[in-house]
């Protein structure tokens, strides 16, 4: 199949002009350099508990179910990517405003509000309307990481809780069955570099996924890839039981079938064998156009610590995308869920 397209190289060479041209362009769409600054210290003396009061609860949750550590990250990407870091994603419906948790890319893969609720009772009951949900997020997310084993960073904090939610760029997140160009052009969005996606998607090595998001990865049906990425047939065939051509959309399976509860570098191994379960996930690898990420997910896969290190540092500078507008508009909810009155 690989030949086959390389056999066509005018088509190549557009298709990789077009990349070319789409980096250059969308490179600073979304700048964040304007943003308020985050410090370290903004609650030593408010809530000098709070980092504490966040481990304590994580520890509980991850210790009774790891699969919370990728809940909770996953639910701190999807706030990240919709509107900056401000707490939008926790906001549930009501008659006047409309939240983002029902949009197609959350509506049946985020979880973690409750434990997010929980944290939140805890703060208002040490430090009363200090400790904003978004921080409190970013913070359980970095939590979740450490532990399953990944990598410790520093949180910058400050940020507040924006009073509005968007529904319509919740329905433009990133999803399993798209192609590398339009991956790396909602990263890039983002003020986020290749280098940060590639690292950033090795979240995948926890969590799970639902059948309905890599149903066309097994059966066909994608459009948009421009590569066929073929699975191993052992490989298919076990996922073929967990996911029917029809139905079972609910079912899951681990996105890293070595070491799921585990956070490590395995999952790129999974990339260099085709394995990865999502078609995005494997586009990375495969992609005639991915000449960067290709070269990533191989250092990654070699290279633990540099993995680790770049997890790092793409997450603070994910957690550092943030709403201007909630910092003139803004609050510190009382609850999570809704906004003050």
């Known amino acids: 199949m690989a ?93 006047t405003l409309q939240g983002e948790k029902q949009a197609a890319p959350n509506v049946h893969s985020l979880g973690g509000f409750r434990l997010i609720d929980r944290i939140k009772n805890k703060l208002e009951s040490e430090c009363p309307g200090i400790v904003s949900c978004a921080d409190i997020l970013t913070v359980a997310a970095r939590d979740a990481v450490i532990l399953v084993g990944g990598p410790y960073w520093d949180v910058p904090l400050g940020r507040k809780d924006s009073r509005s939610a968007s529904f319509s760029l919740a329905n433009d997140l990133p999803t399993a069955d798209q192609g590398l160009l ?55 065939s076990n996922l073929k039981s967990v996911c029917p051509a029809i139905g079972g959309d609910n079912n899951i399976t681990a996105m890293d079938y070595i070491t799921p509860n585990l956070f490590d570098n395995s999952f790129y191994h999974t990339l260099l064998k085709g394995e990865g379960l999502l078609n995005s996930d494997q586009e990375m690898y495969s992609s ?8 990533l997910v191989r250092k990654y896969a070699e290279d633990s610590l540099a993995f680790f290190q770049q997890f790092s540092d793409s997450m603070v500078k994910m957690g550092n995308i943030t709403n201007s507008d909630s910092f003139i508009t803004g609050e510190v909810r009382k609850d999570c869920r809704f906004i003050n009155t």
């Open 3 to 95: 030949s086959s397209l390389y056999s066509r190289p005018p088509l190549f060479k557009s298709l990789a002009l077009i990349f070319s041209i789409l980096v250059i362009l969308s490179i600073n769409v979304h700048a964040v350099l304007d943003d308020p600054v985050l410090t370290l210290d903004y609650y030593s003396s408010t809530c000098p508990t709070v980092l504490e009061i966040v481990r304590q609860e994580m520890e509980c949750a991850v210790l009774s179910d790891p699969r919370n550590a990728a809940i909770i990250l996953r639910l701190h990407f999807h706030d990240c990517f919709v509107q900056g870091c401000d707490g939008s994603v926790l906001l549930d419906d009501t008659i």
């Open 182 to 236: 339009t991956l790396v052009s909602k990263f890039l969005y983002q003020g986020l570099t290749v280098t940060d996606m590639v690292a950033l998607v090795g979240s995948h090595t926890i969590g799970m996924a639902r059948c309905e998001n890599f149903r066309k990865r097994i059966y066909g049906g994608l459009q948009e890839t421009a590569v066929n990425n073929p699975l191993t047939d052992t490989y298919l």
């Open 288 to 295: 005639l156009l991915g000449v960067q990420t290709k070269e």
